[in-house]
């Protein structure tokens, strides 16, 4: 990889009393305790204030959209959870909604509601990560580990439903791949009773911390404008006070079915679209998920869970763009289909592409410390940014 | 010692001297003060295990107790390697130096009434003296392991603790002034054992220099929040990076001691060290036991309030921890100094009602606190049997899938 | 910063102390949640036994009821199975020489399972795969060449193959209460 | 621009259908656009001419009563049988929250395209994703360089035509199965 195209130039000055100071050049990553995944920032500091922090991505690079060209339609499905594996399902849907669209297939209602359950759980368990590493991150270790503890029960009900952890590959072209267990139903509705209060123990034990607050408050600031001209999307583009959610603006699914408000960063703690409002519209969206999972359990309908798909899919050639709020926000998947039963090219435009795009903007004069918040914040996962 | 040597050997030159010094040195801090910093450990593992929802260390020994017997041979056995651009001297004696800091102290700290290594009659100028050894040390270890994250690491504990030891000695002065010496075996004299005879509670302005002191300790152990100098989230792990094997070891068993002694310290000056409130002159040994007891319960209570911080708050970034140092501490140790003053000039031999005023604060602040404590219990939802108030125990949560 | 902020910045910082330590002191007193796994579980609890009906574990395949009819071997994105089935006249159907499946390459994504007629191909609960080489972690299932199942018309009579088949037909059903909305309502 | 005063996020200026975007292009550049084309919503989008690009993103970021201040997508699809690299730019509208698609046609030997990074950041990452996947070079860009691959790599992977290179610096890049006939 070498250092092409990140020769930083040393600027050596010497002050009045002829002491020469030199910049230093710090490589943080891609073996960094807190560069979520394998990133990598060359960074130039005078001492700890950085003067520039540089990205450099491709660590990860899978290239997933070529795979997307050699498996066929179904075979593809399993790829969509590594694209973005702390928040699978909405990866899923995405790939899902693409291939139906393409083909004009009709999901069944019942087929939709799981969808909405499985990708607001997956919202949720991927928010409890992304808050907890960032308390991790900023220095608290004790968040993290009750955040993970919460994110083991939906493991375990995710399991339970579609049998995988993690990579759940739970959505199939045309629907789900399998129903809701039975007593499934109740056991989701008691963790969501269980789990809301524990948000607020969260927030007492770290979110309102004076030390916690004071380390995220006026750091980062993106103001609404910068926000949408790089494309931020999601909890990112929301604190920074853009009242903004594909779930309700671009209404896909059986969104509309349900009703939830949308977070955003008001500058409780500093300015409107510092690090606090990215994190604390996370923590309230977490509640909202929780809202939005229990409606869809209540008005649960019956029917069939899946359409008729034919094992060899071959969609209509055409192209198609579909949009739909992942964890980390809108996430873009263009498709094109030739007609045969290989998809001819897919691109997936991700939220953390878009956010680690802003990273040298937003971190010229921060502190070292402060970069490490700032990308937790902006909740940078290494393989939606390669793919 | 003198007539201990005279007894064993006939006419004892200095190296007989020198050799009994360094053998009854040995035994003492291999025998105590190196097991005082592992216990710590298991302390701190234990707790953050608990107040993590986890377990902690539990396979070696009785409920995990020796542990750090373990952590220790593993160090020991590991090898240590030392970067080829490192400054090799420098880094091989960085650890040293450090231990001596921590090792040090231990000469004046009171166990009880006759268990003391050496009562010096300077005994806390030279504990805060032999203490901030350790900052030489951190520096050495981080300048000289020739690594950017080490030298930032290093930097920032040289920072640190240099400025939280001018808080740190003028929350000292008030109690200084209050007994009339500097020697600790004194300074426990001039207190009683009954809790409102203690210095903490003599006058409001020792009470906040109570919190002072303890946060300025913590800055200077480099503990939570303000363990920057070893953040691992930041600088991969500080002034540490290139260390291994048993040098790394023994820097973080300097650490832990420190926290010892940090409670030592506290429970010697501000909360009435070893005295007991029964006389039980005529047997000596239970009596010096239980002063040893008394004072031991009352260093590791401090010892647990400070892991307790430790797994609780996150860490101040470096530019807020000399906000805090100079504007806020700072300031505030300057106004009890005066304070205390003023109160021992207008109250000569002590306020009437302060005392037992303030002892009856305190215990209301902490009733407030333990219905907070009970608040969140009860918003959790947590049915009688997912409680346990035995801390050792290791039984899971019933009716987890 | 005026006084006011200043005394301000005090009390906030107490009292949010104080409330996050008041958490953490909470948790003092609650058991611990972790399983002290591998080695002290309780009383003959097995972790396999626990996991759900669903779980994708390592896979299995019973060769008794195997159709040798290759839909595992196409469904699977990354062609980790690979099965030699020949027809032979004389035994009356497929006889299959070899059916490999490369657990190191299989990502559990359950494709092969779906389209098998008769549920011979199956995930299992089980998760602990580790092994010492990459050669190991092929799995061989067929040891001697094996004539394919032909499925009977009436169902099957055969004692020993009939357990097996019940138990192919109920992991299919699994899905097919996906196609047919067996929803517990 | 209008963008941040969607902070209250009701929408404030009407969405515009497809069709009438569309009039008001062919009004204003005439031939640089191709037709209407797509069946729904998410891909009725039109041709334009390469050179034309510029002028077209900032008539449709600047135009009262469009307001595209948002560019969702943008993304490089190869066509070996027309020899031709095609680039969509999926353009959305914040105050107005409605949505367009442009497609810029480029020879597929030599596909050179004048850059967006000036009208919207965001274009700046995107256009080095598809110089470094597909070869596109964008004309203006302020630091085109590889962001994905190393800067060594050869070839440009995502084109149709693309063959894996044996090793990359030794290394090896593919490992023969271990399921021998």
């Not at chain 2, 650890?95 to 090792?103: D, I, L, N, S």
């Not at chain 2, 010496?181 to 906040?208: D, K, V």
């Not at chain 2, 608040?375 to 899971?396: C, D, M, P, Q, V």
């Amino acid at each position: 990889m070498g250092l092409a195209g990140f020769e930083v130039e040393v600027q050596r000055e010497t002050r009045d009393g002829g002491l020469a100071t030199e910049d230093m050049t710090l490589s943080m990553g891609p073996q960094h305790p807190s560069t979520h995944g394998v990133l990598r920032f060359v960074i130039r500091a005078d001492g700890e204030v950085m003067k520039e922090a540089i990205p450099d991505i491709g660590y990860l690079h899978r290239s997933i959209e070529k795979i997307a060209e050699k498996v066929g339609w179904h075979g593809f499905m399993p790829y969509t959870d590594r694209v973005d594996y702390v928040a699978a399902m909405p990866c899923n849907q995405g790939w899902a909604m693409a291939a139906e669209r393409l083909a004009a297939i009709e999901v069944p209602k019942r087929g939709e509601y799981c969808r909405v359950i499985a990708t607001e759980f997956s919202r949720i368990h991927s928010h409890l990560l992304s808050v907890g590493s960032m308390a991790m991150d900023i220095g608290a270790y004790t968040p993290f580990t009750h955040a993970i503890r919460e994110r083991e029960y939906i493991n375990d009900l995710l399991e339970e439903l579609c049998g995988a952890r993690l990579t759940f590959h739970y959505m199939r072209i045309g629907g789900v791949g399998w129903d809701l267990p039975p007593g499934w139903r109740d056991k989701a509705l008691a963790y969501i009773k269980r789990f809301e209060p524990l948000i607020d123990e969260f927030n007492d034990l770290i979110s309102w911390n004076k030390i916690y607050t004071e380390r995220l408050a006026n750091v980062a600031v993106v103001s609404a404008r910068d926000a949408i001209d790089y494309n931020l999307v999601g909890p990112n583009l929301r604190g920074s006070g853009v009242r903004y959610d594909v779930r309700r603006d671009e209404p896909y699914s059986v969104y509309p079915d349900f009703d939830f408000d949308i977070p955003v960063g008001r500058g409780e703690m500093g300015t409107v679209g510092d690090c606090f409002d990215r994190y604390i519209v996370r923590i309230r969206e977490m509640k909202e998920s929780c809202k939005i999972v229990r409606q869809c359990l209540e008005k649960l309908p019956g029917g069939p869970v899946i359409a008729k798909v034919p094992r060899n899919f071959k969609p209509p050639a055409g192209d198609c763009y579909v949009r739909l709020e992942s964890a980390r926000g809108d996430m873009g998947w263009y498709v094109v289909s030739d007609g045969t039963a290989f998809p001819y090219r897919c691109k997936i435009r991700t939220g953390s592409f878009a956010a680690i795009s802003i990273v040298p903007k937003v971190s010229r004069n921060l502190m070292i410390a402060d970069l490490i918040a700032v990308i937790a914040s902006l909740d940078l996962v290494a393989p939606e940014i390669d793919r | 010692m003198q007539e201990f040597v005279d007894g064993l050997v006939a006419n004892p030159s200095w190296v007989h001297y020198l050799g009994a010094m360094l053998a009854f040195g040995g035994i003492v801090v291999f025998g105590f003060v190196l097991p005082i910093a592992g216990i710590t450990t298991w302390v701190e593992r234990r707790v953050a295990g608990r107040i993590q929802s986890r377990i902690g260390p539990n396979r070696t020994g009785p409920a995990g107790f020796l542990q750090w017997l373990a952590d220790g041979i593993k160090s020991l056995l590991k090898e240590d390697i030392v970067p080829d651009a490192a400054d090799a001297p420098l880094f091989k004696l960085a650890p040293y130096v450090v231990m001596t800091g921590f090792v040090g102290a231990f000469v004046a700290l009171p166990f009880g009434g006759p268990l003391i290594i050496a009562d010096l009659n300077v005994g806390i100028l030279y504990i805060t003296a032999v203490t901030s050894l350790v900052v030489v040390g951190i520096l050495m270890a981080g300048w000289s392991s020739n690594n950017k994250w080490s030298l930032l690491g290093g930097i920032r504990s040289a920072a640190q603790i240099v400025s939280y030891e001018i808080p740190a000695g003028l929350s000292i002065f008030p109690i200084v002034m209050l007994s009339g010496a500097l020697s600790m075996q004194s300074i426990i004299a001039e207190q009683g054992a009954a809790p409102w005879r203690w210095f903490i509670f003599n006058n409001p302005f020792t009470f906040i220099a109570f919190f002072i002191f303890f946060v300025a300790a913590l800055a200077e152990g480099n503990r939570t929040p303000f363990d920057l100098p070893e953040a691992e989230s930041e600088l991969v792990m500080g002034f540490a990076t290139e260390y291994s094997g048993m040098r790394n070891l023994l820097f973080f068993m300097a650490e832990w001691g420190n926290l010892y002694v940090i409670g030592a310290i506290v429970a010697t000056l501000f909360l009435g060290g070893w005295q007991i409130p029964w006389a039980l002159a005529e047997h000596p040994v239970p009596r010096v036991a239980l002063q040893f007891g008394t004072f031991f319960l009352k260093s590791y209570f401090w010892v647990f309030v400070a892991v307790w911080l430790r797994w609780t708050l996150p860490r101040i970034r470096v530019d807020q921890m000399m906000i805090m140092c100079w504007k806020y501490l700072v300031p505030l140790a300057f106004v009890n100094l005066l304070g205390t003053a003023a109160w021992m000039v207008v109250f000569p031999h002590g306020a009437p009602g302060v005392p037992e005023l303030l002892c009856v604060a305190a215990a209301v602040l902490l009733g407030l606190f333990l219905r907070r404590v009970r608040y969140h219990l009860t918003r959790a939802g947590l049915k009688r049997e997912e409680l346990s108030y035995n801390i050792l125990a290791t039984e899971r949560i019933p009716g987890l899938g | 910063m005026g006084l006011g902020a200043y005394l301000r910045n005090i009390k906030d910082a107490a009292l949010t102390i104080a409330d996050g330590m008041a958490v953490t002191a909470s948790h003092l007193v609650r058991k611990p949640y972790t399983v002290q796994y591998p080695d002290r579980l309780p009383e003959g609890v097995r972790v396999q036994d626990t996991l759900p009906f669903r779980y994708r574990g390592m896979l299995e395949v019973d060769l008794e009821i195997c159709t040798a009819c290759l839909a595992c071997e196409r469904a699977c994105p990354i062609d980790c199975i690979v099965i030699d089935a020949t027809k032979d006249k004389a035994a009356g159907g497929f006889v299959m020489t070899r059916f490999d499946i490369d657990m190191a390459k299989c990502m559990y994504c359950g494709l092969c399972s779906e389209p098998c007629p008769t549920g011979s191909i199956h995930h299992t609960p089980e998760f602990e795969g580790a092994d010492y080489s990459l050669e190991s972690m092929v799995r061989k299932f067929v040891k001697a060449p094996v004539l394919a199942y032909k499925p009977k018309k009436g169902g099957e009579t055969d004692p020993e193959i009939a357990p097996i088949l019940e138990r192919g037909m109920r992991y299919i059903a699994e899905f097919a209460s996906a196609e047919g909305g067996g929803g517990e309502e | 621009m209008a963008g941040a005063d969607a902070v209250g996020g009701e929408r404030l200026m009407p969405a515009l259908e497809a069709a009438a975007i569309h009039a008001r292009l062919k009004a204003r550049f005439g031939d640089a656009i191709g037709d209407l084309a797509g069946t729904r919503r998410d891909n009725t989008c039109a041709t334009v001419a390469p050179a034309k690009i510029v002028e077209v993103c900032r008539f449709l970021k600047t135009e009262s009563g469009l307001e595209f201040d948002c560019l969702s997508n943008l993304s490089g699809v190869d066509y070996p049988k027309r020899s031709v690299i095609q680039v969509v730019y999926n353009l959305y509208s914040y105050p107005h929250r409605h949505l367009f698609t442009l497609k810029v046609d480029t020879p597929r030997d030599n596909p050179v395209i004048p850059t967006l990074s000036g009208l919207w950041s965001h274009a700046d990452w995107q256009e080095r994703e598809v110089f470094d996947l597909l070869g596109v070079v964008f004309e203006g860009h302020p630091d085109l360089r590889r962001i994905l691959m190393p800067e060594d790599w050869p070839g440009h992977p995502l084109r149709k035509d693309f063959v894996e290179p044996e090793e990359y610096h030794g290394i090896s890049t593919s490992r023969e199965s271990l399921l021998k006939a």
